[in-house]
T-cell receptor
Framework: GAGVSQSPSNKVTEKGKDVELRCDPISGHTALYWYRQRLGQGLEFLIYFQGNSAPDKSGLPSDRFSAERTGESVSTLTIQRTQQEDSAVYLC?????????????FGSGTRLTVV | KNQVEQSPQSLIILEGKNCTLQCNYTVSPFSNLRWYKQDTGRGPVSLTIMTFSENTKSNGRYTATLDADTKQSSLHITASQLSDSASYICVVSAHAAGNKLTFGGGTRVLVKP
């Protein structure tokens, strides 16, 4: 596609429920990142996929968070037993390579509200 | 610890005026520095990317500077427009650590008519 697509754009869920967020990166982009942005705060790194390498999960805040990516395509971020502090905008970004010298393209994010 | 600090946190300017945003970083080893514009409800969009050897880079009315010795960058907005109202985020990448980006907290700019 022309850009990074995220779905849903908005999600309201009850505390304790599981949610799944989806990211479609730009075709051919081997690197994919998930970030979290709480209201009024900066972006927080969650997880990084690069090709078929083992993902860097060092930013995941708890074992309730997990993410998968099949090859170089779609990624899903799953939050189990959601808590109110999980409310945030979840942003996905992709790039051609993980060298740090390529441009990153961000999706518009999924706004998650846990009530 | 890699850190990126931005100032001011927020800024109100009148349409047509200029403004300058600051970014200080401690990321090492430095790879590159990006300025992003993030409109409300949207993902960040890249304005400029600068490597170690670049001092100045422009993108329309946006001009970024980089002083790799003092580890400081600035983003200058010339002749501001209402559409410039957004958050501006400074992002620094290191050569190592899987190239995870280190984000500043952003400067929220509001341009008033």
């Amino acid at each position: 596609g022309a850009g990074v697509s995220q779905s849903p754009s908005n999600k309201v869920t009850e505390k304790g429920k599981d949610v799944e967020l989806r990211c479609d990166p730009i075709s051919g982009h081997t690197a994919l990142y998930w970030y979290r942005q709480r209201l009024g705060q900066g972006l927080e790194f969650l997880i990084y996929f690069q090709g078929n390498s083992a993902p860097d999960k060092s930013g995941l805040p708890s074992d309730r968070f997990s993410a998968e990516r099949t090859g170089e395509s779609v990624s899903t971020l799953t939050i189990q037993r959601t808590q109110q502090e999980d409310s945030a905008v979840y942003l996905c970004a992709s790039s051609l390579a993980g060298t740090g010298d390529r441009g990153y393209t961000f999706g518009s994010g999924t706004r998650l509200t846990v009530v | 610890k890699n850190q990126v600090e931005q100032s001011p946190q927020s800024l109100i300017i009148l349409e047509g005026k200029n403004c300058t945003l600051q970014c200080n970083y401690t990321v090492s080893p430095f790879s590159n520095l990006r300025w992003y514009k993030q409109d409300t409800g949207r993902g960040p969009v890249s304005l400029t990317i600068m490597t170690f050897s670049e001092n100045t880079k422009s993108n329309g009315r946006y001009t970024a500077t980089l002083d790799a010795d003092t580890k400081q960058s600035s983003l200058h907005i010339t002749a501001s427009q209402l559409s410039d109202s957004a958050s501006y985020i400074c992002v620094v990448s290191a050569h190592a650590a899987g190239n995870k980006l280190t984000f500043g907290g952003g400067t929220r700019v509001l341009v008033k008519p």
